[in-house]
């Protein structure tokens, strides 16, 4: 690093302190702070000066947070975890970047992610939730489903078929559907890990303005794809298998701690046999070559190469979660077939051994990775499809497997 | 810690040791060494010496070395290990790691040695004890062992050179990995020079060099495999497109990166003296070793019958990665070892 650049880091050092010594209190109100740190631009400092960030080099990320961290405070890294803002700054006009980014930043709104439907999952290009238009906007009817957040969001990120008589991937739109309207209705379903965190959403002519459109009409497989991309590095971080800055509210179906408990505490609890000591070496190995591969994929692109190992956080992250659980089971012993607020490491435990599944499931499946790296990174071939170059209309359509209302 | 920030220098090297293995190590030269259980390309060793200075790549300077890092090491023995170089470079990297850590004018008179290309193979397996000065006892399986002018004995606790031109008799093995030269040596009481210093430090840089070259077999296991998933075609497609290929390659493909930054990361521990090496050595060594078996028996699978014959080369690095399982100890001990440094404790 040329030393140029450490003089800059260490000027955002000196003035992320300075700000944070003004206006960061642990005791004050944090939504005023909130408000005050979305228009000082260190929630996401790699976003341009007046795009709600100060156009710092991805390296000052670091130095902010750790400036944050050790007072305390939180809310920056927004440039790599909000995805609802990221989206909104790669596709959104400048009308729609004054209309959305600030209200998502200081986190005035909430966003959810309505892709998933009863007929569509790993196949998102086959929604049949419709928008159609209705004056200067669109009339949007349809069901979602799997709506993590849905309850407690002002918008949605919304997949809709514009255009049936296209293959599948070029008629769908995508739009920042407000969520405070009567077409809305938003119903939780009760999920393995207890609590509801997410929800069916019935859309009967719920109204998209022209404003809501993100990217161009028909063009949302693109707009979908950088919310995909940003989605999966999110999960793929280390941040994002608890720890980090990432507190879940008790209802939310992530990993608290990786395995439900510190393996490495437990296995050190007492003496353990071989097999548990080969295991605790494998596990500890999956979690650090994740967290290496992650700094070797942010030294990569410093140097303005694409990583190929900045795709792979997401499938790394799903073994390392799911091997997690079964060594903390394995270690806990009978006590692992209890459950309940009595036995709080057991439960930990097993809430955790369904909370892997979100890794593996959501935001694209495992198997659905392992395709995307084998195509895009390692050049392979597709799939024949058979619904390749058919129109939408003509293609055969899933059904719901099951209703919840 | 600065680990994968490379230089241009470092890519130059690389580029520079890619062509120079892709050229003295292409899959003819290796395969007209097969037959061969003791010797290996002089000429093509020399050059590494002489015009490459590999031999003495990590020697300093002012030993006649080049002074390199081991970040740079391991760039170098990444290329040599894709290209299954068979030429006393593992072994002299690895001496000069050993020697480095136990520094002295004994040390340094054998680095000078060793840049100038002279073989200095490594006894890991406690096979000699040491009598009043005099080292006896066979010691299996060392690698360029029958072209070797000095052993380096490798204790736990201790560490002696021995000449092996005065008294010792070697006898070549014929490898199951033909690509890499073993011997038995015994030892008659011979007079053997002591070596003090960091050997906890030497046994952790041993790792990240194996583990290098480890890697660079992997890599290409790994790129033989994708590229005859595009070619080869059953069915009426590449069989690339074929999920349980693609799967399998797309899991290999994040093995052989997580392996990447382990072996990089390690490298760069040791450059640093962090204390992080002495968990990461072991975590690189046992994990590369597994990656490559995981990628040459996968490689192996992917290429079909093909892969069954002599005349393809799946076989070669199959050979490597069931080698790299026991040579200078196998995963579980390593993974142990990690253990311990966690801090675990054993059932007594
Ligand atoms: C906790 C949780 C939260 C979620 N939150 C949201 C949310 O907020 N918003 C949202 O829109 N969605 C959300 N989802 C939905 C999630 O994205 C989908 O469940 C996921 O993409 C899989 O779709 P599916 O459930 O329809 O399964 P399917 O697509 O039916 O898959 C079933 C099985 O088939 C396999 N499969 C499917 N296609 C292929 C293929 N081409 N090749 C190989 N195998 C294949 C899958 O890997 C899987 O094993 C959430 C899911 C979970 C578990």
Redesign the pocket.
């Given at each position: 690093m040329s030393s140029d650049a450490t003089v800059d880091l260490e000027q955002a050092r000196a003035e992320v302190r300075a700000w944070l010594a003004e206006h960061w209190d642990p005791n004050g109100d944090k939504r005023a702070f909130n408000e005050l740190l979305a228009d000082s631009g260190w929630a996401a400092p790699t976003w341009p000066v007046g795009r709600f960030g100060r156009g710092l080099p991805r390296a000052a990320r670091r130095v902010v947070n750790e400036e944050f961290r050790a007072v305390g405070a939180r809310g920056t890294g927004q440039d790599v975890t909000n995805l609802f803002a990221g989206v909104v700054l790669a596709h959104g006009t400048e009308e729609q970047q004054d209309l959305f980014l600030r209200k998502l930043v200081s986190g005035a709104w909430r966003g959810?992610?309505?892709?998933?439907e009863p007929g569509?999952?790993?196949?998102?290009a086959a929604v049949q939730t419709r928008a159609e238009p209705d004056g200067d906007g669109w009339l949007v009817n349809g069901q979602?489903?799997?709506?993590?957040?849905?309850r407690e969001s002002q918008v949605g990120l919304l997949l809709a078929r514009t255009d049936w008589d296209v293959p599948k991937h070029k008629g769908v739109s995508f739009f920042l559907l407000p969520m405070d309207q009567d077409g809305v209705d938003v119903r939780p379903i009760p999920?393995v890990t207890g609590g509801a965190?997410?929800n069916e959403v019935f859309l009967t002519d719920a109204r998209a303005g022209r404003e809501h459109l993100l990217g161009e009409l028909h063009g949302g497989w693109r707009v979908l794809q950088t919310a995909l991309g940003l989605e999966r590095q999110i999960m793929g971080s280390e941040s994002s298998g608890g720890g980090g800055s990432r507190t879940p509210d008790p209802e939310s179906?992530w990993t608290r701690v990786i395995g439900g408990v510190d393996y490495l505490e437990l296995a050190r609890q007492e003496p353990r046999d071989t097999e548990i000591r080969q295991r605790v070496a494998q596990m500890y190995t999956l979690e650090q070559v994740n967290r290496w591969n992650g700094l070797r994929a942010r030294a990569e692109r410093g140097h303005g190469a694409a990583s190929p190992v900045a795709s792979l956080g997401k499938l790394a992250m799903s073994r390392i979660v799911h091997t997690a659980v079964q060594l903390t089971a394995t270690m806990l012993g009978p006590e692992v077939l209890l459950d309940g607020p009595e036995h709080p490491v057991a439960s930990e435990v097993n809430r955790s051994a369904f909370a892997a599944?979100?890794t593996s499931?959501?935001?694209?499946?495992?198997?659905?990775q392992r395709?995307i790296l084998g195509e895009r990174v390692l050049g392979l071939p597709k799939?024949p499809e058979v619904d390749r170059d058919v129109p939408f209309r003509e293609v055969r359509k899933?059904e719901a497997t099951r209703r919840f209302s | 810690m600065a680990a994968f920030d490379v230089t241009d220098e470092q890519r130059a090297l690389h580029a520079a040791a890619q062509g120079f293995f892709s050229e003295v190590s292409s899959e003819a030269a290796v395969r007209a060494q097969l037959g061969e259980p003791a010797g290996f390309d002089r000429g093509a060793w020399q050059r590494a010496v002489h015009e490459l200075g590999l031999a003495g790549l990590a020697v300093p300077v002012d030993l006649n070395g080049s002074g390199a890092s081991w970040t740079d090491a391991a760039i170098v023995l990444e290329e040599a290990g894709r290209f299954l170089y068979g030429g006393p470079l593992l072994s002299s990297l690895m001496a000069t790691a050993v020697l480095r850590e136990c520094p002295g004018p004994r040390s340094d008179a054998l680095l000078a040695r060793l840049a100038d290309g002279a073989v200095v193979a490594l006894s890991w397996d406690g096979g000699c004890s040491v009598d009043d000065g005099l080292l006896s006892g066979t010691t299996r399986y060392v690698v360029d062992g029958s072209s070797a002018e000095v052993l380096l004995v490798l204790g736990a606790d201790d560490m002696y050179a021995v000449d092996l031109d005065t008294a010792a008799t070697r006898e070549p093995q014929l490898a199951f990995d033909r690509t890499r030269k073993l011997a038995v040596v015994t030892l008659e009481q011979s007079p053997a020079v002591v070596l003090d210093g960091d050997l906890r430090r030497a046994h952790d840089l041993l790792d990240v060099l194996q583990a290098a070259e480890l890697l660079g077999s992997a890599q290409q296991a790994l790129d033989l495999a994708v590229a005859y998933a595009k070619e080869r075609v059953q069915f009426g497609r590449a069989i690339g497109s074929f999920?349980a290929i693609k799967h399998l390659l797309a899991d290999l493909l994040l093995e052989v990166e997580s392996a990447r930054s382990a072996v990089y990361y390690a490298a760069a521990a040791a450059d640093e003296g962090s204390d992080e090496l002495e968990r990461v050595a072991p975590l690189a060594r046992a994990y590369t070793a597994d990656v490559l078996l995981q990628a040459a028996s996968d490689g192996m699978q992917v290429h079909g019958g093909i892969s069954f014959t002599w005349e393809h080369p799946a076989h070669l690095y199959f050979r490597r990665a069931k080698a790299g399982q026991q040579l200078f100890g196998d995963p579980r001990s390593h993974r142990e070892l990690l253990a311990q440094r966690l801090g675990l404790r054993e059932i007594a």
């Open positions: 959810c992610l309505l892709y998933s569509a999952g790993s196949d998102l979602k489903v799997w709506t993590s957040g849905a999920q965190h997410f179906p599944f979100v499931i959501g935001g694209g499946t495992d198997q659905i395709n799939e899933a | 999920q």
